[in-house]
């Protein structure tokens, strides 16, 4: 990365000043390498000067002048085709600029990284495991979960760029008490939907379709699902299986129909998420942790190790005996029934001490953050370190149409599904949108914006940039120009890229090793599509102001041809880290 390179310069100057006696010896303080908030002010700035002395000051106890210290940091500078200009300001602030010739060559290795292109070993290899979504098996997937989805897959990719093991998974919710309300609501549609049919046999005639004759809603349980995709379930089930269901007892139908509930439920699930290019290394299912009985072993355990109390006629987890709890959870509930929250036990000891995952990553909704200090308890009650789990929250999202917001409710009946918003603006425009903003802000999507073609939609915008080089590059090929070996070009072509619309664009290419490392700090990839629009438009600014096919100057076009695609290949991986494509042609509307 640029700046471990800018960094090791720097402390080597610092221990260099210090073995010729222009400073003297004390342990170098970890030195920061920052972004200047002006670019005429360098492209990088460090306050090592300032952090040197404070040490000094603290060893000695005397005051040591930070501009004096940065000068003999300067003139112990290494040299290096990697900086052109040095400079001291303010009270001792050290900016340093990239020299253009190291840029202009820069080119080069952003053509032959290809998609490998702001890769970095920073995770060297760990493994981490990121489960997202893990909705309840009990219907489509509604919108507001795909922003979980984005947010989890798009984490992932960016993870694997920065060098981490990273495995993608759902936790399939098919033991809890939604999923058996899924089941109960299942069967009484279904019946519904035999009785319909048994009608219309008796009458020996064609019974005249009536839209609403399935809204008879007081045969569905309580707290059961209302949704008219209910019956459109049933009547599969009673294509299938006919009137078998209805034959049973109904405890006997409930306890078969969990699994072709279930067989009904996943695959849509997973296609709905496939639209939006979310794909999971791994669907876990709660069921198996009771199946193998390893939620009764780890209650045995709390138990021994003095972690659960009876009261009120339920089992409870004593969170309370740890940092930042103030009460405790139920485990089993009054009826005998288990909580989600002792599958939880289960499932987390299955992550870290029997898959041996070095660190997980929960992306959770809003909506469940009392939780949070619960499973740091857990964590501790298992002998693990909390700070291995991270649980990643979001906040809502807002569907907007001619400035209102679009309502739903899933329970009411009018569920608005992903695959309504992808029907209506495309997995690219979703996905875009989604990770616009950090994952504790809520987000509006304007859905009349979305699909527009114009420069306002942003990711239109960075889209057509795209599609632009592309159009660019096939259009030089048809001019004679040899495409294929770009990425061959020599230095000295590369060296007439010196018009500052040029070197801002290479200076922005090369900023996106950072932007990766950044998502992994903040564990939020809402860094992207603000850089992929600065990137497009940097690109857009070097197209506006230089011409790049011209025969009549063949060695700078070929150079600019060669900035061309590499600045191709920066917008695709920014696209591809999003899960947002990268097309090589589109329409254009400048309305």
């Known amino acids: 990365m640029i700046r471990d390179q800018v960094k090791a310069l720097v402390q080597s100057a610092v221990t260099t000043a210090q073995a010729q006696g222009a400073l003297p010896a004390f342990a170098v303080p970890p030195v920061d390498i920052l972004r200047p908030k002006q670019a005429d002010h360098g492209d990088y700035s460090t306050n090592v000067a300032m952090m040197v002395a404070a040490t000094m000051r603290k060893a000695t106890g005397e005051k040591s002048n930070p501009r004096a210290i940065a000068e003999a940091v300067v003139v112990h500078l290494p040299s290096s085709v990697l900086i052109a200009k040095v400079e001291i300001a303010g009270p001792g602030f050290i900016n340093l600029r990239l020299s253009d010739q190291w840029l202009q060559e820069q080119v080069t290795a952003i053509l032959q990284a290809g998609t490998r292109f702001g890769d970095s070993d920073l995770g060297q290899g760990q493994r981490w495991q990121v489960e997202f979504v893990s909705a309840n098996p009990n219907g489509p997937i509604h919108y507001g979960g795909a922003r979980n989805a984005v947010l989890g897959d798009s984490l992932a990719r960016v993870l694997r760029s920065a060098g981490y093991d990273v495995q993608t998974e759902f936790y399939v919710n098919d033991a809890g008490t939604q999923f058996r309300l899924f089941i109960e609501t299942l069967y009484a549609r279904y019946l519904q939907v035999v009785n319909h049919d048994q009608a219309a046999l008796q009458a020996d005639i064609v019974i005249e379709e009536d839209p609403d004759w399935w809204r008879q809603e007081d045969v569905i349980p309580d707290q059961g699902y209302a949704g008219a995709y209910m019956i459109d379930y049933a009547k599969q089930v009673y294509a299938e299986h006919g009137e078998h269901f209805a034959k049973l007892p109904k405890e006997a139908a409930l306890a078969e129909l969990r699994s072709v509930g279930h067989a009904l439920i996943m695959p849509e699930l997973e296609v709905s998420l496939a639209r939006i290019d979310v794909h999971f290394d791994r669907w876990f299912s709660e069921q198996s942790l009771y199946d193998e009985g390893l939620v009764e072993q780890l209650l045995d355990q709390l138990e021994t190790q003095g972690e659960l109390a009876q009261h ?18 139920v485990v089993i509930r009054s009826n005998g029934t288990p909580t989600y929250f002792a599958s939880d036990i289960a499932y987390h000891y299955d992550k870290f001490l029997r898959r041996n995952f070095d660190r997980v990553i929960n992306v959770w909704g809003v909506d469940h953050q009392g939780h949070v200090p619960r499973m740091a308890a857990i964590m501790q009650s298992l002998g693990l370190d909390p700070a ?4 990643l929250m979001h906040d809502l999202v807002k569907l907007m149409r001619d400035g209102r917001e679009v309502k739903l409710s ?4 009018n569920l608005i599904t992903l695959n309504e918003v992808v029907n209506e603006i495309g997995s690219d425009a979703l996905r875009f949108n989604l990770l616009t903003r950090s994952p504790e802000s809520t987000i509006e999507v304007d859905l009349d914006l979305a699909v ?16 632009r080089i592309c159009s660019i590059l096939a259009k030089a ?16 072509r590369l060296h007439r890229l010196t018009h500052p619309s040029e070197l801002a664009l290479i200076r922005k290419l090369l900023a996106l090793e950072e932007q990766i490392e950044t998502a992994v700090e903040k564990l939020s990839p809402h860094n992207l ?7 497009a438009k940097s690109f857009n600014g070097f197209y506006r102001d230089c011409r790049v096919v011209d025969p009549e100057h063949s060695e700078l076009s070929q150079a600019r041809l060669a900035l061309s695609e590499a600045a191709r290949i920066g917008l695709a991986k920014v696209l591809w880290l999003m899960g947002v494509s990268a097309p090589a042609t589109m329409s254009k509307s400048e309305s």
Request: proline residues 5%; without cysteine; aromatic residues 12%.
């Open 388 to 391: 291995r789990l991270t649980i």
């Open 452 to 467: 527009a073609q114009t420069k306002e939609n942003p990711v239109y915008y960075v889209q057509y940039s795209h599609a």
């Open 529 to 535: 599509p603000h850089y992929a629009m600065d990137l």
């Open 312 to 329: 009120d006629g339920a089992v409870w987890f004593l969170a309370s005996n740890y940092p930042r709890n103030d009460k405790d959870e």
């Open 410 to 413: 899933k329970r009411a009946g």
């Open 477 to 492: 090929a048809t001019e004679g120009f040899d495409i294929a070996v770009l990425n061959q070009i020599d230095r000295q």
